[in-house]
C-alpha cells in the first residue's frame, strides 16, 4: 500500500486521522506542527528544565488518547490542554520538592533584546512582575500566562484550560487587580524619584 504524501497542507483532523489508521509518520507530522508552541506552553506555565520531559510525556499522552478526539474541533487547544495538565502535574511535584521557576517575562519567549543601557531597568521590571505572577493563585495564573506570555485569545484559553470564557474574564479582571496591587508601590518610589530629579 502506498503511503499518503504528507504535507504542510494537509488538515490537522486528516492527520489525526491518519495516525489512528497507524499511520506513524502522520502523527510524527502534527508532533512536528505543534511542538514549538508545546514548549513554549510547558515552559511558561512554569516546567523550567524539565520542559522537554513534560511535552515529551504529554505528545506520548496525545497519542494514546487521539481516539477521544473530536475531529470536528480544532486540535491545538485539545493538544495545549493536555501540555498544561501535564505541567500542572509537573508543578505540584516540584512545588512539593523544590522552587518552581517562572520565565523572566519575555525570557525564552521572544528574541528582542534591549538596549544596554536598558537592561539593567527592564530585568529588574521582569523580575518584579515575575514574583507578582508566581505569587498568584494558580487558577489566576494560569490565565495570565495563557494571555499575556502566550497571547492566547480568551477562546483558546478557555479551551486550553477547560473553563468558560466568562471565567477566562472574571479571573483575569481579578489577576490584574492583584498585580496592580502589588506593583503599585514597588514602582512608585522610582516613579517618585525619577520626579525629584525633574524637579
Same mark, same amino acid.
Given at each position: 500500500m502506498t503511503r499518503p504524501v504528507v504535507t504542510a497542507a494537509v488538515t490537522d483532523s486528516a492527520l489525526v486521522e491518519a495516525a489512528r489508521s497507524g499511520d506513524v509518520a502522520s502523527y510524527g507530522l502534527l508532533v512536528e506542527r505543534y511542538q514549538?508552541? $508545546?514548549h513554549r506552553t510547558a515552559f511558561a506555565m512554569g516546567a523550567g528544565d524539565d520542559t522537554a520531559d513534560v511535552v515529551q510525556e504529554a505528545f506520548v499522552k496525545v497519542y494514546l488518547a487521539l481516539d477521544r478526539f473530536q475531529v470536528?474541533?480544532?486540535?491545538?487547544?485539545?493538544?495545549?490542554?493536555?501540555?498544561?495538565?501535564?505541567? &500542572?502535574n509537573r508543578w505540584r511535584w516540584m512545588s512539593r520538592h523544590r522552587t518552581v521557576p517562572l520565565p523572566l517575562v519575555g525570557d525564552d519567549l521572544t528574541a528582542a533584546v534591549p538596549a544596554p543601557e536598558q537592561v539593567a531597568e527592564e530585568r529588574e521590571t521582569s523580575r518584579l512582575l515575575r514574583d507578582a505572577v508566581v505569587a498568584l493563585p494558580p487558577h489566576q495564573r494560569e490565565v495570565v500566562v495563557? &494571555?499575556?506570555?502566550?497571547?492566547? /485569545?480568551? &477562546?483558546? =484559553?478557555a479551551q486550553v484550560? #477547560?473553563? $468558560? =470564557? #466568562?471565567?477566562?474574564? /472574571?479571573?483575569?479582571?481579578?489577576?490584574?487587580?492583584?498585580?496592580?496591587? =502589588?506593583l503599585r508601590p514597588t514602582m512608585a518610589p522610582a516613579a517618585m524619584d525619577a520626579e525629584g530629579r525633574r524637579g
Open positions: 514549538s508552541i $508545546a470536528t474541533q480544532p486540535f491545538r487547544p485539545w493538544l495545549l490542554r493536555i501540555v498544561v495538565n501535564e505541567t &500542572r495563557c &494571555r499575556y506570555l502566550l497571547d492566547f /485569545s480568551e &477562546r483558546e =484559553t484550560l #477547560g473553563i $468558560a =470564557t #466568562g471565567t477566562v474574564k /472574571s479571573r483575569l479582571s481579578r489577576a490584574l487587580a492583584a498585580l496592580q496591587a =502589588t
